[in-house]
């Protein structure tokens, strides 16, 4: 969130790249058919890291776009609090 501040655009972009994520989960599951998808047992190292690759992310996106571990609205950065916290320096008159 460095480049942008406002967070109703960076909702838009993690919608955006949530929906480029789950187009690879139906390719996935395309590719491996539903009992091949839901038989983990069957799976080849190739599946389970494509896979976790796959799911992975959709799991962190979602989290993001119902607003899990982003701080409310009117919140405090970490940088300032540590500001606020910080001893101010004595300025010195010459």
């Known amino acids: 969130m460095r480049v942008v501040k406002d967070r109703k655009t960076w909702w838009w972009i993690v919608l955006g790249l949530i929906l480029c ?3 690879h989960c ?3 599951w395309c590719e ?9 047992r069957s799976w080849s190292q190739k599946d389970v890291v494509t896979n976790s690759l796959n799911v ?3 799991l ?8 899990l571990g982003v701080p409310g609205e009117g919140a405090e950065s970490r940088k300032e609090i540590e ?10 008159k010459a």
């Open 21 to 23: 994520d789950l187009g």
């Open 26 to 28: 139906y390719a996935a």
């Open 32 to 40: 491996m058919g539903t009992r091949g998808v839901l038989d983990l």
């Open 56 to 58: 992975l992310p959709v």
């Open 60 to 67: 962190v996106r979602a989290a993001y776009l119902v607003g």
């Open 83 to 92: 500001d606020r916290k910080a001893p101010k320096k004595a300025s010195r």
